[in-house]
């Protein structure tokens, strides 16, 4: 199968402020390719678009959060009118909940699951069209480490990044033979905010959530620019899914061999960091 060429295509990218969703656009820039830049931080979008902005592109930004509706059924046009089309999808936004289903509140819940997997398929929607109306695209979707493993105090998180997961496979399988391709991502602990940034639930005590932030700090080691490459790389050979780093691919191997009982591989692991 030949590789996609990214250059001169245009890539629309959420969450694109920081972390990885900054770190795709300087590789996505660097390889020729025009970017639609999303996310709810004005100031850091507009960080990101001044670090990749270059004569040989094009870059916009869009302002949006991405629980808003409107604003998401408005966001093709936007993109459609400055770069007259969209070829590629990064559905990266994400945020983070610790904490265990008895001390996550239902509307705390329900926050993880709107932003991350109901905007995922309401950009999908959205862009449909002008996804389809390329003649080579690609839709690539931001699970996690955990849409492969499920460990506890992370029921929220787990449960939206599964639902990525299915969404996406399934959909992969609804457009075979199209000239839409879909890639499912599995970042493992790629060194990001999203830890320090994680809502705190009102049943958890600062204490908890600071040790849950610490443990967060120790398995967090992969730099962003380096996830950004295996990503693209993986999209640019077509790949349906991409494993980023190490602890991704010994996790989700160990999870095929022991479905169940991985858990305690897991928290074994836990207590050596």
């Known amino acids: 199968m030949t590789r996609m060429t990214l250059e001169n295509r245009t890539a629309v990218i959420t969450g694109a402020a920081s972390g990885i969703g900054r770190a795709l656009a300087q590789n996505l820039a660097a390889r020729?390719?025009?970017?639609?830049?999303?996310d709810v931080?004005?100031?850091?979008?507009?960080?990101?678009?001044?670090?990749?902005?270059?004569?040989?592109?094009?870059?916009?930004?869009?302002?949006?959060d991405v629980t808003?509706?409107?604003a998401i059924a408005a966001l093709p046009d936007a993109v459609k009118a400055r770069h007259g089309g969209a070829d590629l999808l990064f559905n990266n936004a994400g945020v983070a909940l610790s904490g265990t289903f008895d001390q996550v509140s239902e509307h705390d819940f329900d926050w993880v699951m709107e932003i991350n997997f109901f905007a995922v398929v309401r950009l999908t929607r959205a862009?449909?069209?002008?996804i389809k109306a390329s003649d080579d695209a690609r839709l690539v979707y931001l699970s996690s480490l955990f849409g492969l493993i499920a460990p506890p105090g992370q029921t929220a998180y787990s449960a939206s990044k599964f639902a990525v997961r299915g969404f996406?496979?399934?959909?992969?399988?609804?457009?075979?033979?199209?000239?839409v391709g879909v890639t499912v991502v599995h970042p493992g602990g790629v060194a990001?905010?999203?830890?320090?940034?994680?809502?705190?639930?009102e049943g958890i005590t600062p204490e908890e959530a600071e040790a849950a932030r610490e443990r967060a700090r120790k398995m967090l080691t992969l730099p962003p620019p380096r996830a950004a490459e295996i990503i693209v790389d993986g999209v640019a050979r077509r790949k349906a899914r991409v494993l980023v780093g190490n602890d991704a691919k010994l996790l989700a191997l160990v999870e095929r061999l022991a479905p169940v009982s991985y858990v305690k591989f897991l928290q074994l692991l836990v207590r050596r960091s």
Not at 32 to 38: F, K, P, T
Not at 41 to 64: D, F, G, P, W, Y
Not at 127 to 130: A, G, K, Q, T
Not at 192 to 201: C, D, K, L, Q
């Open 32 to 38: 020729g390719c025009h970017l639609a830049l999303a």
């Open 41 to 64: 931080n004005a100031a850091a979008l507009e960080e990101t678009a001044r670090l990749v902005q270059s004569n040989t592109i094009r870059v916009s930004t869009h302002v949006i």
């Open 68 to 70: 808003d509706r409107a």
């Open 127 to 130: 862009f449909m069209p002008l």
């Open 168 to 179: 996406a496979n399934a959909l992969r399988h609804e457009v075979a033979g199209t000239n």
């Open 192 to 201: 990001t905010n999203i830890a320090e940034n994680a809502r705190r639930s």
